[in-house]
């Protein structure tokens, strides 16, 4: 049975590395080559002896590397990798690359809007899955940022996810600030307060909609893990510092974007340091929900920053490489069951 190296930390490499006859030390080279050199294969790892190398063959370890299938690329510059059935999506903006990130095979959620919920739930990725997302683009050696925003709900899959922070913010991994990743989340309480505790990154969260019964008929987490409930949480936490927290909305004609909602978003978020990004629906296949017309993002925009809350529009990004989270994967998975 093959053993994955990729997505272990350096504790976990330095228990390998004993087992295998090597001292401790070991475990930290093998964190460099894994995570700062990227290596695909254990015999680039040269300055492990060859009958170190070996060893660990013996003992079923392998580096663990998962390559993409399929790559598609903007006229904008934006970018959308398949591996193995999940996402990722390579955002380029002037010096800045963001990496959007999937953390599951579908998703459990079933949001009317999103194709990944329609594919069903197929499973959670492994740290190994996750990171190989990172180590697999072209793009690897630029990124600046990243978004755990693709495929599934991140907090559904809670420990491999902290995992790959892990990885991504320790020194002996790839060393990043936690400013540079943000979470998205439906809003997981459970799991979600365990995040806001356990890391310094910044959260997004998917809101779309103030009102209990309408967010429920677009969200059927509503009903489990209320709105009114998860913003309640931020609340406790300090976001005046260098960690933020915004509130994605998704614009849908005639269904959220009346001065009633934007009114209620106002008394929501009341007194809190945060954001909310509107986002122009991206319409996806045999859905009768629309985008917003633009004359009508804007109003609802000013509306929202009249009332004391930032609110920013996000530019459309990869809308002709269908860049909408799950549709490249599902066009996918549909093909190979013709």
């Known amino acids: 049975?093959?053993?994955?190296?990729?997505?272990?930390?350096?504790?976990?490499?330095?228990?390998?590395?004993?087992?295998?006859?090597?001292?401790?030390?070991?475990?930290?080279?093998?964190?460099?080559?894994?995570?700062?050199k990227k290596v695909t294969d254990l015999s680039q790892m040269t300055n492990l002896s060859k009958a170190a190398r070996?060893?660990?063959?013996?003992?079923?370890?392998?580096?663990?590397?998962?390559d993409w299938s399929i790559v598609t690329e903007s006229?904008?510059?934006?970018?959308?990798y398949l591996f193995g059935?999940?996402?990722?999506?390579?955002?380029?903006?002037?010096?800045?690359?963001?990496?959007?990130?999937?953390?599951?095979?579908?998703?459990?959620m079933s949001c009317r809007f999103c194709m990944t919920g329609r594919q069903g739930f197929h499973g959670n990725l492994t740290a190994a899955e996750i990171i190989s997302q990172y180590l697999g683009v072209e793009e690897a050696d630029r990124l600046t940022n990243t978004v755990f925003m693709g495929m599934g709900e991140p907090l559904d899959n809670y420990p491999e996810v902290m995992r790959t922070i892990e990885i991504l913010t320790a020194d002996w991994g790839f060393g990043w600030s936690p400013k540079r990743i943000t979470l998205s989340t439906i809003g997981v309480l459970p799991t979600l307060k365990r995040?806001?505790?356990?890391t310094r990154c910044h959260l997004a969260v998917s809101l779309h909609n103030p009102f209990d019964e309408e967010r429920r008929a677009l969200m059927p987490v509503q009903k489990a893990f209320p709105i009114e409930d998860v913003v309640a949480l931020i609340k406790q936490y300090d976001f005046t510092g260098q960690r933020r927290v915004s509130f994605e909305?998704?614009?849908?004609?005639?269904?959220?974007?009346?001065?009633?909602?934007a009114d209620a978003l106002l008394r929501m978020l009341r007194g809190l340091e945060c954001r909310i990004n509107l986002i122009r629906f991206h319409k996806i296949p045999d859905s009768d929900l629309a985008p917003?017309?633009?004359?009508?993002?804007?109003?609802?925009?000013?509306?929202?920053?009249?009332?004391g809350i930032v609110t920013t529009l996000r530019a459309s990004r990869g809308e002709d490489i269908l860049?909408?989270?799950?549709?490249?994967?599902?066009?996918?998975r549909q093909e190979s069951q013709k």
């Open 75 to 80: 006229t904008d510059g934006t970018k959308k």
């Open 195 to 198: 995040y806001l505790e356990e």
């Open 323 to 332: 860049a909408a989270c799950g549709m490249l994967a599902g066009r996918t």
């Open 1 to 36: 049975m093959r053993k994955t190296l990729l997505g272990k930390n350096l504790v976990e490499l330095q228990e390998v590395a004993r087992s295998c006859g090597m001292p401790a030390f070991a475990g930290k080279q093998m964190a460099d080559w894994l995570y700062r």
């Open 249 to 261: 909305y998704i614009m849908f004609d005639g269904v959220n974007d009346t001065k009633r909602h």
């Open 292 to 307: 917003s017309p633009m004359e009508q993002i804007l109003w609802f925009q000013k509306r929202l920053n009249d009332g």
């Open 54 to 66: 070996e060893k660990l063959a013996q003992e079923g370890y392998e580096v663990g590397r998962s």
């Open 85 to 108: 059935g999940v996402e990722a999506v390579m955002i380029p903006d002037d010096d800045r690359y963001t990496l959007c990130v999937s953390s599951q095979k579908g998703c459990k």
